[in-house]
Structures are given as C-alpha cells and as structure tokens.
C-alpha cells in the first residue's frame, strides 16, 4: 500500500523559514517523480514543484521559485520542501503527492503551514 | 507559463441529468491533460489522464475528450455521490498548473 506521509507544517511568522518532510513508502521511491501541492483554506489546488527520480531535475511554480527548494532523500525515502522567506499567501495545506504516469495518483493527508503574526 | 481555465466555476443539477464541464488551456497541451475530483473534505482523486483515459476503478459515466487547448469532462448519469469540485490540470509542461476547479451540486 502506497504511503506518503507529510510533517513539518507549523505556525511561523512572515520571511521566517520551515522545512517539510514527506516519508514515502509502499512504491519505488527512488524510481517516482515527487510533487508537492498545496490548497489554501477554502481553496483550490495549486501545484508547487516536482522532482525527478534521481534529485538531479527540479521545476516550481512562478509563485515560490527562488524561495522554496524541492529535494529528496532517496537512501531514507524521504521528499522535502525547505520554504524561505514565507509570505502570508503561502499559508496552506501543503500535500506530498506521487506522479504516475502523466498524473498525480497518490496524495499524502497534507502538513498545514500559517504564515502569520 | 500555461493558464487553465474552467467553466463553469459551479453548477447545479439533477441526479440522472448530463453534466459537461470544459477546460480551457492558454496554449496547446497536446492531450496531456489531467481531471481529478474533490469531495468536500477529502483528498483529490485521479479519475482521467491523458485527456480521455479513465483511471482505474472510475465509474464509467465519467467521460474525457479534447486535445490542444480545448477538453471536456462529461459525467453521462449524475449521482448523488459525483457532489465534488473538478479540476483540470495541465500536464504537459512546468509550471503543471491546475484550473481553479468546478463545483457541482445536486
């Protein structure tokens, strides 16, 4: 059985910094594409970034490039988001998710992140 | 960067009754193009890649066309359990980005 499981969410003031973490198992994690996605309180579904099976490719979204830096751990198979310099758009539930085949088909529950004062 | 747009943003309808929802891409996404479901307080759910390809497990009243910049996800016999925002998602080149979702009501 597919398992992704997110922590790291936390309260933390604007421009201050988090690192999620996502424990994945049940699947060939170091053979997946891996995406982090989030969703906004009461919104929609915003896609954030993506890495390839070996680290070696990442792409973001406008919104957090620069900011935020996708990795992976492939010999503990382990995803991360370390998010910089946070902004109060950036509060979310943030969703570790597993590509298959030209889609996302696995969704971890999600870690919440509230950028606030 | 690609831009997704639905319509429409919400609908509401019988149970039994024909429901379309289109999506939009700004530019063309070949047939690289995802539909996913979202019940109120759940997770979001595969139900189409590749723009017509239903996923397994996905009741076959869930339908998929288009190609390019136009799709379209049809639910033939609407059901009391389809209540749920849809969503589009480009996936044919970064950023991967989602449409801001349909809701549908019964």
């Known amino acids: 059985e597919v398992q992704l499981v997110e922590s790291g969410g936390n309260l933390v003031q604007p421009g201050g910094s988090l690192r999620l973490s996502c424990a994945a198992s049940g699947f060939p994690f170091s053979r997946s594409w891996m995406h982090w996605v989030r969703q906004a309180p009461r919104g929609g579904l915003v896609w954030v970034s993506r890495?390839?099976?070996?680290?070696?490719?990442?792409r973001y979204a406008d919104s957090v490039k620069g900011r935020f830096t996708i990795s992976r751990d492939n010999a503990k198979n382990t995803l991360y988001l370390e998010m910089n310099s946070l902004r109060a758009e950036d509060t979310a539930v943030y969703f570790c998710?597993?590509?298959?085949?030209?889609?996302?088909?696995?969704w971890g529950q999600g870690t919440p992140v509230t950028v606030s004062s | 960067d690609i831009q997704m747009a639905q319509s429409p943003s919400s609908l509401s309808a019988s149970v039994g009754a024909r429901v379309t929802i289109t999506c939009r891409a700004s530019q063309d996404i070949r047939n690289h193009l995802v539909w996913y479901q979202q019940k109120p307080g759940r997770l979001p759910n595969l139900l189409i890649y590749e723009a017509s390809i239903l996923q397994s497990g996905v009741p076959p009243r869930f339908s998929g066309s288009g190609s390019g910049t136009d799709f379209t996800l049809t639910i033939s016999s609407l059901q009391p359990e389809d209540v749920a925002t849809y969503y589009c998602q480009n996936y044919n080149s970064d950023p991967l980005t989602f449409g801001p979702g349909t809701k549908v009501d019964i």
């Open positions: 890495i390839n099976p070996d680290g070696g490719t990442t």
């Open positions: 998710v597993r590509e298959v085949y030209w889609s996302i088909e696995h």
